[in-house]
């Protein structure tokens, strides 16, 4: 049975808790028990107007176990035993759920290291293609079969203005606004500004725009849609046609969003290894209209789903790493 003392618990959670999660909520906790880790969920920090199937919040732990088989891997040890507990549906009021639990067991080859520490949405503007980034998008096309890549410029262009249809019919809903804008930092002074959430900088907004698309988003929302400027405050058509691909990340129909996260923080670690940045587009997965759109024009296979779209490229500015997190004492049940 491995032994783990709480401060390797510690670091292993550190790492871990660089995976990625639906609007930064980090639902995910820890528990070391008798040789093994417990991931449990909180079900108070999720989004169940944007998420009222829990499928992101279920794939954000699965991006977080992926963190923790990362972690243990660089300490040569990886999950001997993977149990996981049924997906069901949940309510934001349940108390703490048990997701998984793993066991583990050492290794003797140390697998290469992933960029965990540098990966990072980026929500700017992308350099124009260069003939170098053409051959990372190939490399990343090459390295996975999950991942359909889109690179022909009207394409993009396609895929932005839908990108903005999808986004619009979600926002015009009231309170998936307001949960957006709960979990939305504009402000330094935000008291959990460093902790979660989506703060200025990961929004790639100045100070001032951040605190102007909390009213966009907020109180100013319906009287600026009736008078039609709404949809031009809120469009990202011109970052999204600045992406050198759209990647349509595809799984199984009906494979566990869970499994589906373990693949999905992969393939955004197999993209920052190719210098190529990016963000997450989830309106075009979570909108069947646009889903099914992309998946035709782009001959998704039919026992595929696409289950995210990411845009990507090489970023036009510098990415900050301040990743937003949680302390890991708080992380740990
Ligand atoms: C399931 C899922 C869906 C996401 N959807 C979006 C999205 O639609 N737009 C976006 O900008 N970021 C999206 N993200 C990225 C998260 O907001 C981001 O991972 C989180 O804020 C943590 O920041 P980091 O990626 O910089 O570590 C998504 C992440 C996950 C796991």
Request: proline residues 7%.
């Amino acid at each position: 049975m491995i032994d783990l003392t709480p401060d390797d618990l510690k670091s292993l959670v550190a790492q871990a808790r660089l995976a990625p999660s639906v609007h930064n909520i980090q639902p995910s906790r820890w528990r070391f028990k008798y040789g093994t880790i417990e991931l449990l969920g909180d079900p108070r920090r999720s989004i169940p107007m944007a998420d009222p199937e829990w499928r992101d919040w279920r794939l954000s732990h699965g991006a977080a176990l992926e963190g923790l088989s990362i972690a243990l891997a660089s300490r040569g040890l990886q999950i001997a035993k993977l149990d996981l507990e049924p997906p069901r549906q949940l309510r934001a009021t349940e108390p703490m759920q048990s997701i998984a639990r793993v066991t583990l067991a050492s290794q003797n080859q140390l697998p290469p290291a992933e960029p965990t520490a540098t990966r990072a949405s980026w929500r700017g503007s992308f350099k124009p293609l260069h003939t170098e980034t053409q051959s990372d998008l190939d490399r990343l096309a090459a390295a996975r079969n999950d991942i359909l890549l889109v690179r022909d410029a009207d394409a993009i262009a396609d895929t932005a203005d839908l990108a903005d249809r999808a986004g619009l019919f979600f926002l015009r809903d009231a309170e998936h606004r307001r949960e957006l804008v709960a979990w939305m930092r504009p402000a330094s002074s935000h008291a959990d500004y460093h902790r979660d959430g989506l703060n200025a900088e990961a929004m790639c907004l100045a100070a001032v725009e951040a605190w102007g698309a909390g009213l966009v988003l907020g109180p100013l929302f319906q009287t600026l849609d009736r008078i039609g400027l709404a949809a031009p405050l809120v469009c990202e058509r011109a970052k999204t046609v600045t992406a050198s691909a759209i990647v349509l990340f595809h799984r199984p129909k009906g494979e566990d969003a869970f499994v589906s996260g373990r693949a999905f923080y992969r393939a955004w670690l197999d993209m920052e290894r190719q210098g190529l940045k990016g963000c997450p587009m989830s309106a075009l997965a979570d909108w069947p209209v646009a889903r099914a759109a992309l998946a035709e024009r782009h001959c998704v296979p039919a026992d595929r789903q696409i289950v995210s779209v990411f845009r990507i490229g090489r970023p036009n500015g510098t990415p900050k790493f301040a990743h937003a997190r949680l302390p890991v004492d708080e992380l740990l049940a």
